[in-house]
């Protein structure tokens, strides 16, 4: 059992920089590969990003790549989604995910039902 909290939504303008963070409980963090989805409303939730256990590899959807990092520390059990460049249509609701690849596992998911925990999401409102 993977519980997510996620932190650091707020309003921003159009070209600002935010950083949302992502603490995940349990000890066995490192054998998950963690994502980030967004919600905007009356859309389907999107696949924004997702990493590695180990954190060397990382995996971005063609709309963020460029603008957004995705990071993790997995002494802390946390991974981050730091958001540059921001446009008005990257308002949404972003979501922390995780799917449990094991110790040795990689996986590279992009859809909603291939995560098996999902934090409550933090609003992130970019204004033009």
């Known amino acids: 059992q993977v519980q997510l909290v996620e932190s650091g939504g707020g309003l921003v303008q159009a070209g600002g920089s935010l950083r949302l963070s992502c603490a995940a409980s349990?000890?066995?963090?490192?054998?998950?590969?963690m994502g980030w989805f967004r919600q905007a409303p009356e859309k389907e939730r999107e696949f924004v990003a997702c990493i590695s256990r180990s954190g060397l590899m990382t995996y971005y959807a063609d709309s963020v790549k460029g603008r957004f990092t995705i990071s993790r520390d997995n002494a802390k059990n946390t991974v981050n989604l730091q958001m540059n460049s921001l446009k008005p249509e990257d308002t949404a609701s972003y979501y922390c995910a995780a799917d449990y690849v094991g110790p040795s596992g990689s996986r590279w998911p992009s859809r909603t039902d291939e995560y098996d925990y999902w934090g409550q999401g933090t609003q992130v409102t970019v204004s033009s």
């Open positions: 349990g000890r066995t963090f490192s054998t998950y590969t």
